[in-house]
Nanobody
Framework: QVELVESGGGLVQPGGSLRLSCAAS????????MGWYRQAPGNQRELVAA???????NYADSVKGRFTISRDNAKNTVYLQMNSLKPEDTAVYYC?????????WGQGTQVTVSS
């Protein structure tokens, strides 16, 4: 079992920045593919960004150039740096850890972009 705890969400004005963190409970964190997903009211959960165990990132087209995913295996933590935030980025953001057939989710953190 892997427990994931997200933090860093909140209210920010358009154009602002936030940094989300996701701390994992297990020391084998390094072998997991880590991802950030988001779900806005009435929408399906969608992939925002993911990073492989080897550190290779990929991003949804809607966030390319604005968001950066990174991981610190020594701290069992994955980050999502979000810049130039837009109102359409408003959603609950979830951390995901995946390895072969295993997948774990955090509880989610609310990000609201509004003036």
């Amino acid at each position: 079992q892997v427990e994931l705890v997200e933090s860093g969400g909140g209210l920010v004005q358009p154009g602002g920045s936030l940094r989300l963190s996701c701390a994992a409970s297990r020391r084998i964190f390094s072998i997991y593919r880590m991802g950030w997903y988001r779900q806005a009211p009435g929408n399906q959960r969608e992939l925002v960004a993911a990073i492989t165990s080897g550190g290779n990132p990929n991003y949804a087209d809607s966030v390319k150039g604005r968001f950066t995913i990174s991981r610190d295996n020594a701290k069992n933590t994955v980050y999502l740096q979000m810049n130039s935030l837009k109102p359409e980025d408003t959603a609950v953001y979830y951390c995901n850890a995946a390895y072969q057939i295993l997948a774990y989710w955090g509880q989610g953190t609310q990000v609201t972009v509004s003036s």
